[in-house]
């Protein structure tokens, strides 16, 4: 009864599309000229969720797709499904498929087929549904409906019996996140939800517009959420996470984020993920030895599990989501994911007696207020003797200099704490602890030939960039490694003297500085009067420090914000030592940039017969609005001139 409830309620609410014979809804959507560049339309998409009491969820989606050409026939060869059965069941229960001829075929669950999904470093056995709709041609259509019971976001089997293993972590609780955007044109989506009314129901529509209803079905609340004419959302170059700037849907049952840390911080004590060993407690004595200071002692845990436990994601029973692994398991299997990392660092910190928690983050995209489960990845906070939380990311530090890495700065998190937390952000971190300082100094001949050497030093995610040449490949790849840097700009260069400096792996040495010493003929274009080269040290030589060149800066004006790696500032002096008699005849015209984003200044000048470059630049954030955009551009683009237009020597001899 309560699904004929539903059925008419869909009705009344202005879906009467879905009513409309689909023959007739296919034939009247019209041609790929109604909608260009697109492969199909999704001529309506339609989910109903049903709520039970425990935070249970059957999902019933219903979607019809018409294919456009053959990008779109091409597509749906195969309709593919995707589930992890450790927290859902799926199933597709019938296809129908409306070629243009006139004829029908329907397909069944005895057509459906469960495959292993592709895997890379995380194997948690997760599945895809597949049926295979065969050749689709440009104006057949097929509508498909789907069953799931369940939720999406966790990964925690902690009930083992029937549908309990559905139930979510957060028993009693609903949550969802409905993307109203997609990358080809929907023309009617429907998302429902009827939810029993002793939930605390909050949701709200950002980015855009959604008409939303609300229905009292009795026992339950019916909440309708509909959208009309959604045209393909067009990204730019660069740009923050389309969820953080497209229509989305975020509801939850949760009171707010300081609810649900404290029942993150309860279900992994009550699980005892963090209780230490004799092992464990050896080894944090051994690791310990010799610090000085709490931040010592901090960085060495720190970097012991970044650097000591490999990251391989293997299902591994209870404990999955967000129930941490107990960190016994973790120091001997010695491999996990990110929860494994920090599962494995609180308990040893616990174990050095610090006061540490677990947090939960989104790398990627932004938090939103509503405590709907936006996240994908596991780091750590620690309280040290300012009184205040710090946060530490073993995954993302291996052979890093930081303990939390600035390529999230800017970045919401929640800690797991026993009276609770709201939201934070990790803060910007200040371009001047992650410089890139490169210094050339080279003599160039008439002939063209440039012989010098050149030095790089780095620090923060900057020493980073170019540590992982070393420490991301064979020691028998290294000197070929920094050659290549130089072969990049000078497929001639012979590299007299490469130094590595310290041992690329003792990054707690000191920041890295690398020195190629190098002759390389025919660098620069000669002729019987003229010599055009660009100073080495601004040919955009060690590219891989300098993430500003990688923004694509064609747009002049930009919608959405956009991000780089990290924040960083950048110095750059080149000495080149002219032959007798040669003249600077025309040089690249440099415009000075000032803003709150970026800075840039440079300048070219002769002394003694000697070519000075100078460049400094600044670039302020990892997440930028589209008002830092001129500035940030203008930056580049000055950096670029430098590298794309040479300098022309002339000789009046």
């Known amino acids: 009864m309560r699904s004929l409830i539903v059925l008419f309620l869909i009705a009344g609410m202005g879906l009467s599309a879905m009513a409309t014979p689909v023959r007739k809804l296919i034939k009247t959507t019209g041609s790929s000229d109604k909608y260009p560049d697109a492969g199909y339309v999704i001529i309506f998409d339609s989910t109903k969720v049903d709520m039970q009491e425990s935070g249970l969820s059957y999902f019933n989606e219903h979607k019809l797709i018409k294919i456009l050409n053959y990008k779109g026939g091409k597509k749906y060869n195969v309709y593919k499904y995707y589930y992890d059965p450790l927290s859902a069941y799926a199933e597709i229960r019938k296809v129908v498929i409306y070629y243009k001829d006139g004829t029908e075929k329907t397909l069944t669950m005895d057509d459906e087929l469960d495959y292993p999904a592709p895997a890379g470093l995380i194997l948690w056995g997760a599945r895809q549904k597949m049926v295979e709709l065969g050749r689709l041609e440009t104006g057949d259509a097929f509508e498909i409906f789907l069953f799931k019971k369940g939720f999406t976001y966790a990964l925690l089997s902690e009930y083992p019996q029937d549908d309990e293993k559905y139930i979510p972590p957060m028993r009693g609780h609903f949550y969802d996140i409905v993307p109203f955007w997609a990358d080809t044109y929907i023309l009617n989506k429907v998302y429902q939800v009827a939810i029993p009314n ?108 970044a650097d000591e436990l490999r990251y391989l994601g293997l299902s591994m029973g209870k404990g999955e989501g967000y129930t941490l692994h107990k960190g016994a398991m973790d120091f001997r299997d010695r491999c996990g994911v990110c929860k494994d990392k920090a599962g494995m660092l609180i308990t040893m910190l616990r174990s050095a007696g610090f006061e540490a928690y677990p947090a939960m983050t989104m790398a990627g995209s932004r938090i939103d207020r509503i405590p709907a489960d936006q996240f994908n990845h596991s780091v750590v906070v620690v309280r040290l003797s300012d009184g205040k939380l710090h946060p530490l990311d073993p995954t993302w530090v291996p052979f890093v200099r930081e303990l939390w890495s600035s390529a999230e700065q800017q970045q919401n998190y929640l800690p797991g704490l026993p009276d609770g937390s709201d939201l934070l952000e990790t803060p910007l971190s200040p371009a001047e602890n992650h410089y890139v300082r490169i210094s050339g100094k080279s003599e160039l001949n008439a002939d063209g030939t440039l012989t010098g050497e050149i030095t790089i030093e780095a620090e923060g995610q900057s020493d980073a960039a170019l540590r992982r040449m070393f420490t991301g490949s064979y020691k028998e790849h290294w000197r070929s490694n920094l050659e290549r840097e130089l072969l990049n700009i000078s497929p001639q260069a012979n590299v007299t003297l490469p130094d590595y400096g310290k041992d690329p792996y003792d990054y707690k040495a000191g920041p890295i500085k690398l020195k190629i010493a190098y002759k390389i003929p025919g660098y620069a274009i000669a002729s019987d009067k003229e010599l055009i080269f660009t100073p080495l040290a601004g040919s955009g030589i060690f590219r891989r420090a300098l993430g500003e060149l990688y923004i694509d800066t064609s747009l002049k004006k930009r919608k959405y914000p956009f991000r780089d790696r990290c924040s960083r500032s950048i110095s750059i002096k080149d000495s080149t030592l002219l032959p007798t008699g040669y003249e600077v005849k025309w040089k690249p015209e440099i415009t000075k940039v000032s803003g709150d984003a970026a800075t840039f200044k440079g300048n070219f000048e002769l002394q003694n017969n000697t070519l000075l470059l100078t460049e400094t630049m600044s670039f302020n954030k990892r997440i930028y609005q589209p008002a830092d955009w001129p500035d940030y551009r203008e930056a580049v683009l000055m950096q670029k001139k430098i590298i794309e237009n040479p300098v022309i020597l002339r000789s009046e001899k």
């Open 198 to 305: 002793t939930k605390n129901v909050q949701y709200k529509i950002y980015n855009g517009e959604v008409k939303t209803l609300k229905k009292d079905l009795g026992e339950k609340t019916l909440y309708s959420f509909t959208k009309k004419n959604i045209k393909p959302f067009h990204k730019e170059p660069n740009m923050v996470s389309p969820s953080d700037v497209a229509t989305k849907l975020l509801i939850s049952t949760a009171p707010d984020w300081y609810s649900k840390s404290k029942w993150f911080y309860g279900v992994n004590e009550d699980y005892g993920s963090f209780e230490s060993t004799p092992e464990i407690d050896e080894k944090v004595n051994e690791i310990l030895k010799g610090a000085k200071t709490e931040l010592d002692s901090v960085s060495r845990l720190t970097h012991w599990v």
